[in-house]
């Protein structure tokens, strides 16, 4: 076996486009939220419209990115993008304990704040004005 001093993962390509994905998937997120408060509507709708919205996206990404579309190869694309949903589908299962404990810490975090901000009103409301 031969050595190599590469690391696994010490990849500067592989870096920058890690980086650039988080940077847009980052911004995209805030967009969506930003509009979600805007027209106040929920989590759990608006990910059904952005699965709506994924998959026009990738027919539109077929049908304009292929010389000659077909009906056969549309499927055949879609059939991929399941496979790339899933294996993305099984990296957040792993997370998912981690991803808990931190919601469960934010929602800590939220509270205790709601808590002090209470306390803060009661204690306004009781000063003689």
């Given at each position: 076996?031969?050595?190599s001093d590469e690391v696994p993962g010490d990849d500067p390509a592989i870096d920058e486009f890690v980086e650039e994905f988080?940077?847009?998937?980052?911004a995209i997120y805030?967009?969506?939220?930003?509009?979600?408060?805007?027209?106040?509507?929920?989590e759990a709708y608006v990910a059904q419209l952005l699965v709506d919205t994924m998959i026009r996206m990738r027919m539109s990404a077929y049908?304009?990115?292929v010389e000659s579309p077909s009906v056969t190869g549309i499927k055949m694309d879609l059939d991929r993008l399941k496979d790339?949903?899933?294996?993305?589908?099984r990296e957040a299962k792993k997370g998912a304990?981690?991803?808990i404990d931190h919601v469960k810490q934010l929602r800590a975090e939220i509270d205790a704040e709601e808590k002090?901000?209470?306390d803060e009103d009661e204690e306004n409301a009781a000063r003689p004005k």
């Open positions: 076996m031969s050595e988080e940077r847009h998937r980052d805030e967009r969506i939220c930003d509009y979600m408060d805007e027209v106040e509507i929920n049908g304009l990115g790339e949903i899933g294996v993305f589908l304990e981690e991803y002090e901000d209470g």
